[in-house]
């Protein structure tokens, strides 16, 4: 930029005089900075680099490029890649606008009755208190080859449930919920006044919703398309159980690694899976974000006036409740499957597989499974959500890292986490640990980790700070700077202003936060199927096993048993942030 | 500001549970019971001289017993991975515990996983022993060096055969069972098919139905260690090693693949598609079908291929570097008793055993039935495991290049 005369130039190096010094006052800003950075870097960037780094390499240690090359030909790698794009950018459409339709329905549209509107709540966040493959189950269960509906009743020998359809139908459903509860945020942070405007000066609803409500939407659209097409092509369990002959770039690593002991191959595909993840993630940010606006000026916004229009009303309610009824039966078979002996055989009562379900795990693998995600949720959200401050309100040199960083985690698949993880601290960071005496490794090498409860929850963190760091930073964006900045002029500190300003302005991501990190959490499979040993056993492990030996009604069972636990969880923390949370305060100091 | 706090605080903790997490140090041994000056690892009056259990000594061998008194000592647990029925692991390794109160955690793995999960962990043991799951994966981790040698006392318990215990006991055999066919009856009474005899009937046409559907399911030789024993198998069948007819085998295996509806990702895949009707045929190790009669498929029928058939050794063996040297062994010689492997047919594992009658061991019921139990009266192909185990992934290049890759060729469960 030229400057045309000297003051301008002086003002701007003033200002940046001020900023710099305005940052070193900050001793927990930069406390903040180093411990993210410490932790973003030894937890992702390094077991990351420590795998991908073997894609590069020959046997002998030098830098090669004909593994690249290798996997480039393989034909195996062609089909997933391609595959995985496609079934990403469907999903992606699909689960964006049936989150759209839930979350509009929800905030703006008066239902008839309060149980329609109850109604579609909790068939929206169904999807997300279970774990992700139980639709697969319940799907197959229904239209697979034995499948209750295809088979039993129709009497049709079809395949056709398993491969991309099925994929796209639960996909969709597993992920719109993610969708939902971030339109539902952004959507309720308009002030219904701008949309009044319009209305008044003549626009029809259709003119306020496509000019007004979807222009300001658009960078919350972009990235719910985005976080749905990322956990689409990162997903592994539903293309491992429902997917049939359609290999994506998860499943194939997986049997890489596991089936043909092709380790460099697959190092080599999660290379690409990752590149690709990241290049949306970059699409994203620099195209997206420019255009993001501030809506949520820092005046309370009055109650929005519900929709009453029977033209708006009728068909909307009519197809979300289509979805509804559909969603619905989908978890109801879970219990249902789980008490049948055999699926599509023999259809006697039975509760054998509910003692099979604690023969084979025990007890052990419900506790381990809950008392993990429960330490790993409330650090979570409060990572992300710290990380969604700094850098949206922040400016320091570290930002764009941090943000990339704890970004790119998403990007990666579970599966390649997981060995990821085994590579890098399995003799300590950078293998330091072997030079040691057995057993006698110091405790800085990290080599104590391994193995423990502590490397999971580590996972579980790591997994599930991408939704919140992206919630949190869709929700900040809403709030206008001017709110911090006069907090901060009035001399609170980096640790005021977050915790009495912007933690309860975002409190709503909090908590959505806090419930989807404990939910990915318990659910997770891919990225822990490696790490579980005997000391750290989890229930979705199981779960996954008994569905991949056929054993549906053990599956159900399982699966039945871990809904009630989420569910119940998730309902102890509704009532728990309902008395304690932080807006009670605020509201009862107005 | 106390939110900060806290996260500072839950860093700290992770590290600290780190620091937390190192073992403690073993039991010293008691000094108090009078020690046998002969066999210093019992008190005088036949109890193990660590003084702490109340293990009864006196049904195992003085080899035995200095285990027990040293892995005591020790304060060793025992840590298992497992590649069978997850709920025979968990036994194993409960009863384990109970016979010689010695502290055992297990934990199943696909084979895939288990060999992975070793590999990784090879210069940090977590494992002391590996419970079940093919020998062709034992072969592949005694080639990675992730195995421990050891000659067990009760080897004399094993039904003599090559086959059943690595030459240079790497591991040892638990369990057998033979590939075959399954036959789903309903299904091939709708359709009008006798259920096949021999592993040629399965080139012929009748095997694909007049409206065009594939009957048979394989497993699939680029995933499953049983798929590859199957082409071992049709090779030894057509002359292999000495004479084989090479062209016989390309036929062979084009006509045959021409019915093969699916190949699945998992060994025993094609045994749950069978019962539920999913295929009319499908090639797995036998066991693997009487679990999913046993589970209330009663439709199904077992055949062994007149015309010879291979079969599998499942396995035990000790994980190189292990930390519980002595409680280790102690499980491989448990392994290969009536006590250990009499369970598994309570526990979906339904093999033929390799311990002998006089030993104890008591073959599954259900194997009777099907007339599978002995292994000696049934035709089986000379198969040299040894000698095949590092020609497999060649021969499933050459399989692939007749069949070609098309979408059949499932990579999933």
């Known amino acids: 930029m030229e400057a045309k005369t000297v003051t301008p130039q002086d003002y701007r190096s003033q200002s940046k005089k001020l900023d710099r010094k305005k940052f070193w006052n900050d001793p927990i800003l930069i406390a903040m900075i180093v411990i993210m950075v410490f932790f973003l870097t030894l937890f992702i960037v390094y077991p990351l680099v420590m795998l991908l780094s073997e894609a590069l390499r020959s046997s002998d240690g030098h830098f090669t490029l004909d593994t690249i090359k290798e996997t480039l030909n393989y034909v195996t790698f062609k089909t997933a890649f391609f595959n995985t794009l496609k079934l990403g950018l469907i999903v992606g459409v699909t689960s964006t606008v049936v989150g759209m339709l839930f979350a509009y329905i929800d905030v703006y549209v008066k239902t008839k009755t309060k149980i329609l509107a109850g109604l579609f709540n909790v068939v929206a966040t169904m999807p997300v208190v279970s774990p992700p493959f139980v639709l697969s189950l319940s799907l197959i269960m229904l239209f697979g080859r034995t499948g209750f509906i295809t088979k039993s009743l129709f009497g049709l020998r079809t395949s056709g449930i398993y491969g991309l359809t099925g994929l796209i139908i639960v996909q969709t459903l597993t992920f719109f919920p993610v969708c939902y509860l971030t339109f539902k945020g952004l959507l309720k942070n308009i002030d219904p006044s701008i949309e009044e405007a319009a209305r008044d000066i003549g626009a029809s609803r259709m003119k306020v919703f496509t000019s007004v409500t979807l222009p300001l939407m658009l960078p919350g659209i972009g990235n719910a398309f985005l976080v749905t097409f990322i956990e689409s092509i990162a997903d592994f369990a539903n293309p491992m159980i429902i997917g049939g002959n359609y290999d994506t770039l998860a499943t194939s690593i997986y049997l890489q690694i596991t089936g043909s002991l092709n380790k460099n191959i697959a190092s080599a595909m999660a290379l690409f899976l990752l590149l690709l993840t990241m290049a949306l993630f970059l699409l994203q940010k620099y195209w997206l974000e420019r255009k993001a606006t501030a809506t949520l000026t820092g005046k309370a916004a009055r109650g929005r006036i519900l929709i009453e229009d029977k033209g708006v009303r009728i068909p909307l309610s009519i197809l979300a409740g289509a979805v509804s009824i559909f969603v619905i039966g989908l978890y109801v078979l879970i219990p249902i499957g789980s008490l049948f002996n055999l699926w599509g055989y023999d259809y006697s009562l039975t509760f054998k597989w509910y003692e099979y379900t604690f023969a084979s795990g025990g007890a052990k693998q419900y506790t381990d499974s809950i008392t993990l995600a429960l330490i790993s949720a409330p650090i979570t959200s409060l990572m992300s959500m710290l990380i969604a401050w700094m850098v949206v309100k922040k400016k320091f040199a570290l930002k764009g890292y941090i943000e990339l960083v704890s970004m790119m985690a998403m ?85 005021k202003v977050f915790t009495s300003i912007t933690l309860p302005l975002i409190k709503d991501s909090f908590i959505s936060g806090l419930i989807t990190s404990f939910v990915r959490s318990i659910t997770a499979i891919s990225a822990v199927i490696l790490l579980v040993n005997p000391r750290v056993n989890l229930i979705t492990y199981q779960i996954s096993e008994s569905a991949n030996k056929g054993y549906y009604g053990a599956a159900c069972a399982a699966a039945t048993i871990l809904i009630l636990i989420v569910y119940a969880a998730i309902l102890l923390l509704q009532i728990f942030t309902k008395y304690f949370g932080t807006s009670r305060y605020i509201k009862r100091e107005e | 500001m106390k939110k900060i706090f806290a996260i500072v605080l839950a860093v700290i903790m992770i590290f600290g549970a780190v620091a937390c997490s190192s073992k403690p140090a073993g039991n010293e041994p008691a000094n108090n019971a009078a020690v046998s000056s002969d066999t210093p690892w019992l008190t005088v009056d036949g109890k193990c001289a660590c003084g702490k259990c109340s293990v009864d000594m006196s049904k195992y061998s003085p080899y035995i017993q200095q285990l027990i008194y040293e892995a005591h000592k020790n304060g060793e647990t025992l840590t298992v991975y497992g590649a069978c029925d997850e709920s025979y692991v968990k036994a194993a390794g409960e009863k384990f515990e109970e016979l010689f109160q010695i502290p055992a955690e297990e934990t199943r793995y696909a084979t895939g996983e288990l060999f992975t999960k070793t590999e990784e962990e090879k210069n940090n043991p977590q494992a002391d022993v590996w419970f079940g799951g093919s020998n062709d994966y034992y072969f592949k981790a005694k080639d990675a060096g992730l195995l421990q040698a050891y000659k067990p006392e009760n080897e004399k318990n094993l039904i003599p055969n090559p086959a059943f215990i690595d030459k240079d006991y790497e591991w040892v055999g638990i369990y057998t069972g033979v590939l075959g066919i399954m036959f789903n009856m309903d299904e091939g009474k709708e359709l009008g098919l006798e259920a096949p005899k021999t592993w040629a009937e399965l080139a012929d046409p009748k095997w694909t139905d007049k409206d065009g559907n594939k009957l048979i399911a394989l497993p699939n030789p680029e995933t499953s260690a049983t798929a590859t024993n199957f082409l071992a198998t049709q090779k030894y069948r057509l002359g292999y090693p000495d004479n084989l007819d090479s062209a016989a085998l390309e036929k062979y295996l084009k006509d045959f693949d021409k019915n ?58 000790i994980v190189k570097n292990d930390k519980n040297p002595n409680a280790a062994k102690l499980f491989i010689e448990f392994c290969l008793t009536a006590d250990c492997v009499n369970m598994g047919k309570d526990y979906q594992s339904m093999q033929n055993l390799v311990i002998t009658d006089e030993a104890g061991a008591i073959q599954p019921e259900l194997l009777k039935e099907y007339g599978i139990d002995d292994l000696s009266k049934l035709n089986l192909v000379p198969y040299d495991v040894s000698d095949v185990a590092p020609k497999l992934k060649e021969w499933t290049q050459e399989w692939l290049s007749y069949v070609g890759d098309d979408e059949r060729h499932q990579k999933k469960s």
């Open chain 1, 411 to 495: 990007a990666v698949p579970g599966i390649v986490l997981g060995i990821a993880y085994i590579r890098g601290f399995v003799t300590g960071v950078f293998h330091v640990a072997e030079l040691f005496p057995r057993g006698q490794a110091p405790f800085w090498t990290l080599q104590g980790l391994y193995g423990t409860g502590a490397l999971v929850v580590l996972v579980f963190i790591v997994r599930s700070l991408p939704v919140g760091t992206r919630n949190g930073i869709a929700a900040l964006r809403q709030i206008d700077k001017s709110i911090e900045e006069a907090a901060t002029d009035l001399g609170a500190n980096s640790g």
């Open chain 2, 260 to 317: 093969v509806t699916q190949y699945t990702k998992s060994g025993s895949g094609p045994s749950k598609m069978v019962g539920p009707g999913e295929c009319v045929v499908g090639i797995s190790f036998l066991h693997d079908g009487v679990a999913q009669i046993a589970n209330g498929y009663k439709n199904i029928q077992l055949i062994v291929p007149e015309d010879g058939t291979g079969f599998e050794v499942g396995a035990a063996a």
